[in-house]
């Protein structure tokens, strides 16, 4: 094995396996392909460009479904109103990139209302935006005017105090951090999004690590101890259904932009995979089994 620049080991066995599925040395794909995980903070044209580096074969952003990926789809309802956001990398600029027109971070109203987190040092890369550019104080965004409609955790939280403290403000006020209202009556409702629900997660450290999942169960802690009501929220990601169900989307639209399944074919043709494997060696062969099986039948 050789190690990437990010110090991450790459697996020549799965680079010739994925290689398998593609011809023109790895510039064309001739079978749909997705790449699922529950990782994030970047866009999927970033993480197909970095797939298509680990892997030697040309991954296209279509093929790629990230654990915030189905985030796109609360755009529709959310795009116009003021969002927070939270989590590692560049989770702002990928929520503008889905739609989301009125994006906060938890640092933009740590710095416009400072005295909201006692406790806060500001660090490297939590600088405060240039005059005239706080969405706080300039666009009133998390106002009573324009309050924050709905909190989504693209990836996983580095400053827990931080995040907590302002999340649990934005939600305890209607959308107005500073304007606490325990009582579930008494407030609007601000839902909390998650990517991604896992717990641990593994790391180059012997011992697993806290993931997204422990930060959640953080926060509903804290908001139940606060109010004695549960946390209005969802989770996507694994296993969750939203990311299989996008995946299933994609892959019939390259079944369909492949000439291997006619157009206006539909989701019913589309089939959860079912098969569990331990490499990917075995899931490459398990796939092209499947294929060479569907084939020889359509000839019968």
């Known amino acids: 094995m050789d190690y990437l620049s990010n110090g991450m080991c790459r697996d020549p066995e799965a680079d010739y396996e994925v ?17 699922l995980t529950n990782g994030g903070g970047v866009t999927e044209a970033q993480k197909a460009q970095q797939l298509s580096n680990w892997l030697g074969v040309n991954v296209r952003e279509n093929q790629v479904v990230l654990s915030h990926t189905p985030f796109r789809s609360l755009a529709k ?4 109103k003021p969002v927070l956001v939270a989590g590692v990398g560049s989770v702002a600029e990928v929520a503008r990139e889905y739609g989301f027109k009125h994006v906060l971070t938890t640092t933009d109203i740590a710095h416009a209302l400072h005295k909201a987190v006692p406790f806060w040092k500001n660090s490297p890369g939590h600088e405060a935006p240039a005059p005239g550019e706080c969405p706080v104080r300039n666009l009133a965004l998390g106002s009573a005017k324009r309050p924050i409609a709905a909190i989504l955790v693209f990836k996983d939280p580095a400053d827990w105090y931080l995040d907590l403290q ?11 951090p500073g304007r606490w209202k325990p009582r579930v009556a008494d407030r609007a409702s601000v839902p909390v999004y998650f990517s991604n629900p896992d717990l641990l997660w593994a790391t180059d450290f012997p011992a697993p690590r806290f993931g997204q999942g422990a930060f959640a169960a953080a926060l509903r802690t804290l908001y139940r101890q606060t109010t004695g009501a549960a946390l209005e929220h969802q989770y996507y990601g694994k296993p969750n259904r939203a990311p299989y169900a996008l995946a299933e989307e994609l892959l019939l639209e390259q079944a369909i932009q492949l000439g291997q399944l006619p157009a206006g074919s539909g989701a019913e043709a589309a089939k959860p995979g079912n098969v569990v494997v331990d490499d990917v060696a075995d899931a490459v062969e398990a796939a092209l089994h499947r294929t060479r099986s569907s084939e020889w039948h359509s000839l019968r």
Do not use: E, H, N, W
Request: with cysteine; proline share 3%.
């Open 19 to 35: 290689s398998r599925l593609y011809t023109d040395g790895g510039a064309t794909q001739k079978y749909p392909i997705c790449f």
């Open 166 to 176: 302002i999340m649990t403000d934005v939600i305890l006020g209607g959308g107005v």
């Open 77 to 80: 309802s959310l795009g116009s």
